[in-house]
């Protein structure tokens, strides 16, 4: 919601960007879809970070200052290439595979970050965790 907002604001206010041609999926000249797609590296860095901070210590906690590009490349290669790639396939692209893939991005941004938090075995908001195909309360343990 954020990067949508800021997007409109820094586009349509102040024109410091125009996206080029036709984008599927648009509201108010936003294409939708780019605001999941950029919301991947805040949501991938602090699931990292949840799982990082707390193994290193002293000068090995430098290694967090990577985390955030890392991600920011993630998102952008395992969500947005496939897009893109039509994207610039051509003078102009058809809408209906632009569209397809815009929406095949919004769902690879979910996957994204659903497999990257249960490969950190973060905990479920009740309190639960996954642990080998059956939710276990902690203090069932």
Not at 40 to 53: S, T
Not at 84 to 102: F, I, Y
Not at 120 to 126: D, H, K, N, T, V
Request: net charge neutral; charged share 10%.
């Amino acid at each position: 919601m954020l990067a949508g907002f800021a997007e409109t604001l820094y586009i349509q206010v102040f024109g410091l960007f125009a996206y080029q041609d036709h984008q599927p999926l648009t509201v108010a000249g936003y294409p939708i879809f780019v605001a999941f797609v950029n919301g991947v590296p805040p949501f991938l860095a602090a699931i990292v970070y949840a799982r990082l901070i707390p193994l290193l210590g002293g000068w090995d906690r430098l290694a967090i200052l990577g985390v955030v590009p890392v991600c920011f490349a993630a998102g952008s290669f395992g969500n947005g290439w496939l897009y893109l790639a039509a994207r610039h396939s051509g003078e102009d692209p058809s809408m209906a595979p632009l569209t397809a893939l815009a929406l095949l991005s919004i769902v690879g941004v979910f996957g994204m970050i659903t497999f990257a938090a249960r490969l950190a075995e973060l905990e479920r908001p009740s309190g639960q965790r996954r642990t080998g195909g059956s939710a276990q309360s902690p203090g069932s343990m």
